[in-house]
């Protein structure tokens, strides 16, 4: 139903290629800042550091939990934003074709 109406008028076509292309862009931004904060997050093993002797002091340890822990908090919430706008999107182009 929404589509033939959609589709009759070529503005209503031309809006919801916009909101397409909005929502590629919007889900291309979230997964790169995404794939850059999971690259800024610090390895849960240890590999070669676990040879060194390295002290850390209590308030370094806290402090890098500290970031690590929102770093791993803002993951989660673009891949919550990015699993949306994949949802959003496919639900448009189902209205679209019906």
């Given at each position: 139903?929404?589509?033939?109406?959609l589709l009759l008028s070529d503005t209503g076509f031309k809006i919801y290629i916009s909101f397409c292309y909005i929502?590629?862009?919007l889900t291309f931004i979230a997964a790169l800042i995404t794939v850059i904060i999971?690259?800024?997050q610090k390895s849960n093993s240890d590999?070669?550091?676990?040879?060194t002797a390295s002290s850390e002091t209590f308030f370094g340890k806290n402090k890098?939990?500290?970031?690590?822990s929102k770093l791993k908090k803002w993951s989660w919430i673009l891949l919550g934003?990015?699993?949306?706008?994949s949802i959003v999107l496919y639900i448009l182009q189902i209205m679209m074709q019906a």
């Open positions: 139903m929404l589509s033939n109406v929502f590629l862009v999971i690259l800024f590999g070669i550091q676990g040879i890098g939990r500290s970031i690590e934003v990015i699993a949306a706008l």
